[in-house]
């Protein structure tokens, strides 16, 4: 049995029905499933490229990924109906423990500069979506073998039913969150740098503006 979800059966089980003032067991929160998606546009020109991050990906999870496909065609990117267009991976009982226990413990610590997962991730309904820019950081890919790197989503399902439990179980089961704190500078700091775009912007269309008026006058 993987450690932590021996850890969630022995403990952490009555830590949240405790912490969530759950009285039944059975509807204490708990992973249900992860799905991990890439997609892969450039697959309409190369194929062989999909085989390859196919490979990859199931090295990553320790499962065969399935190719995914195109529901409709799109004219202007020449994509058909049915064309090969990314491959998934559905990790369910003792693969879904391990790869969360990786994704926790080694993946995510690797990332440059982290600082922590967002705490505004989730669906609603105690699902979490997280994305993974370089699959390299995976320790079983080999990064000089890779031709290029690629970015990967990560859907973690629980049995939550709301962000609030969802949440708590993630905090107990490991999950990296950014400190509030942090999170509130990091959206200052977004929030400063739209700002600054938004006044370039308006900057930019003054001048335009300016200068259309300027080369009338001229032609006048």
């Not at 990314?86 to 982290?114: A, H, N, Q, Y």
């Not at 179980?169 to 959206?187: H, R, V």
Request: aromatic share 6%; charged share 35%; no cysteine.
């Amino acid at each position: 049995m993987n450690r932590l979800k021996e850890k969630y059966n022995k403990s952490l089980l009555k830590e949240l029905k405790k912490e969530l003032s759950i009285d039944n067991e059975m509807a204490v929160p708990n992973l249900k499933k992860i799905v991990v998606n890439i997609g892969m546009g450039e697959a309409v020109k190369n194929p062989q490229s999909l085989e390859k991050m196919g490979e990859d990906l199931a090295l990553i999870t320790g499962q065969k990924p399935r190719v995914t496909k195109t529901y409709k065609a799109i004219s202007n990117f020449g994509i058909r109906q049915g064309m090969d267009i990314g491959i998934m991976v559905t990790l369910r009982r003792e693969r879904m423990w391990d790869f969360f226990d990786k994704l926790v413990s080694i993946v995510l610590p690797r990332l440059k500069d982290f600082r922590g997962v967002s705490r505004k991730a989730f669906d609603g309904f105690g699902n979490y979506s997280l994305g993974v820019v370089d699959h390299t950081v995976f320790p079983e890919v080999d990064p000089n073998k890779v031709d290029r790197i690629r970015s990967l989503q990560i859907i973690i399902v629980t049995s939550a039913g709301d962000n609030r439990k969802g949440l708590a179980l993630l905090q107990k089961l490991g999950m990296p969150f950014a400190k509030e704190q942090e999170m509130k500078e990091l959206e200052r700091m977004e929030a400063s740098i739209e700002k600054e775009k938004k006044d370039a912007q308006k900057m930019k269309e003054k001048k335009q503006a300016e200068g259309k008026i300027e080369s009338e006058e001229e032609q006048v």
